[in-house]
């Protein structure tokens, strides 16, 4: 059975960081690009990245709101996919979930919330 | 962007009920559409990918039709464990959007 557990959510201020995991098992998860999306409150699901497999050479892509700001990465021998969040603002306080895949998404997580807030 | 139009918002239904949820892109997409279902508190579960294929596990009350720009999602006997919120999604560009989603509840 498919599992994906995100971890490392919790209240943090503006301008700081944190760094969301997305721990997997079940399939080989070397094989699969990872996506992340967030749900802030009242409002729809958002994209945020990917990272593809590193057979298809691992490479990222973020929306927008994020760029440059935000970095996903994975582990392959540990399966887990990393979120890292830099100068988190008030507006991307959400739930985050991690998925497999990157255009049809097959599994998702239970979601980690963060709160930006002083 | 490709924009997606999901309707009803919220529907009542009564169990046995035939439900049909729609939806439109703002261009053509193709049959890059999936459907989805997410409880309250747990994590959204894919029913439906590329249009009309059910995901391995998922009853077969469940169904997806369309291409090019309109979409429709039936469930053919409505169950008790059906209640929930069903999303679509397009993936016609990699940024996959998803629509606003339809709260179905038991009348």
């Known amino acids: 059975e498919v599992q994906l557990v995100e971890s490392g959510g919790g209240l943090v201020q503006p301008g700081r960081s944190l760094r969301l995991s997305c721990t997997a098992s079940g399939f080989t998860f070397g094989d699969y690009a990872m996506s992340w999306f967030r749900q802030a409150p009242g409002k729809g699901l958002e994209w945020v990245g990917f990272i593809k497999g590193k057979t298809h050479g691992g490479t990222t892509d973020y929306a927008a709101s994020v760029k440059g700001r935000f970095t996903i990465s994975r582990d392959d021998s540990r399966s887990i996919a990393f979120l890292q969040m830099n100068s988190l603002k008030t507006e991307d306080t959400a739930v985050y979930y991690c998925?497999?895949?990157?255009?049809?998404?097959?599994?998702w997580g239970q979601g980690t919330l963060v709160t930006v807030s002083s | 962007d490709i924009q997606m139009t999901q309707s009803p918002s919220s529907l009542s239904a009564s169990v046995g009920d035939r439900v049909t949820i729609t939806c439109q892109a703002s261009q053509d997409i193709r049959s890059y559409l999936n459907w989805y279902q997410r409880k309250p508190g747990k994590a959204p579960k894919l029913l439906i990918y590329?249009?009309?294929n059910l995901e391995t596990g998922v009853p077969s009350r469940f169904s997806g039709s369309g291409s090019g720009t309109d979409f429709t999602f039936t469930i053919s006997s409505l169950q008790p464990e059906d209640i929930a919120t069903y999303y679509c999604q397009q993936y016609d560009n990699l940024l996959g959007t998803f629509g606003q989603g339809t709260k179905l509840e038991i009348k």
């Open positions: 998925t497999r895949g990157v255009t049809i998404f097959w599994n």
């Open positions: 590329d249009a009309s």
